[in-house]
């Protein structure tokens, strides 16, 4: 099996019941990928797909719990806030083994979360790598990308995405699913320029406030 072949391909979305992993399970699945949405919950994900199903007009999306959608899984999508981050990974470690897992994870403190906060592993995706291992390849992408644009699957996103990561096979391949959600990646280095990305969230948080906006995204320009 190659990664290119999107039907024999399982993208496990864990924190899928989520507003930034509902947006890319439902475009993944749109394009033909096999997606399976991962919550505490069995029941909660199973009635999420559900409903998306009945939202996309067909039976695209399944759910299951955490731990059994990423067994089933090629690649792995972590999307869940930072407060569940370490706990998550935790509950799924031994499902991640050789696997891709894409970290969109975005540190913050509640409330102020329009400031800035680099936590003790300085990204969240390189705790998730110190944590996980070094045979889970962890790729860092997602961050910056508003959850207001996601919404709509089939709808036009105007940003990039900064992809970070230390394997360069992986990171093709995160580059590929970015594409494939409607995106233009742009690889920004390997996994430690993971804390610019994240850090750019609560940037780009306080831009939506201060002008009123709803959606701010990033574009790399001269590329």
Request: with cysteine; net charge negative; hydrophobic share 45%.
């Amino acid at each position: 099996m190659t990664l290119d072949d999107r039907t024999l391909l399982t993208i496990a979305v864990i924190g899928g019941t989520g507003k930034e992993g509902t947006g890319l399970a439902m475009r993944w699945a749109l394009q033909g990928y096999r997606v399976i949405i991962g919550s505490r919950d069995a029941e909660r994900a199973a009635a999420h797909a559900k409903e998306l199903n009945a939202q996309l007009g067909a039976d695209l999306l399944a759910g299951q719990a955490n731990a059994d959608a990423a067994a089933q899984a090629n690649i792995v999508v972590l999307s869940v806030p930072y407060s569940a981050h370490k706990a998550t990974l935790e509950s799924i470690r031994d499902q991640l083994d050789g696997k891709i897992l894409i970290d969109i994870t975005v540190p913050m403190q509640p409330p102020d979360v329009r400031t800035v906060y680099i936590p003790e592993g300085r990204s969240a995706a390189q705790e998730a790598q110190a944590l996980v291992g070094d045979n889970v390849r962890v790729v860092s992408a997602f961050q910056n990308v508003s959850a207001t644009k996601l919404k709509d699957p089939r709808g036009i996103i105007d940003c990039d995405v900064l992809v970070t990561g230390d394997d360069e096979e992986a990171k093709s391949e995160v580059m590929k699913l970015v594409e494939a959600a409607g995106m233009r990646p742009i690889d920004a280095g390997p996994l430690a320029n993971a804390v610019a990305a994240e850090a750019l969230t609560p940037v780009i948080l306080y831009i939506n406030r201060k002008y009123g906006i709803k959606g701010a995204g990033i574009r790399i320009t001269g590329v």
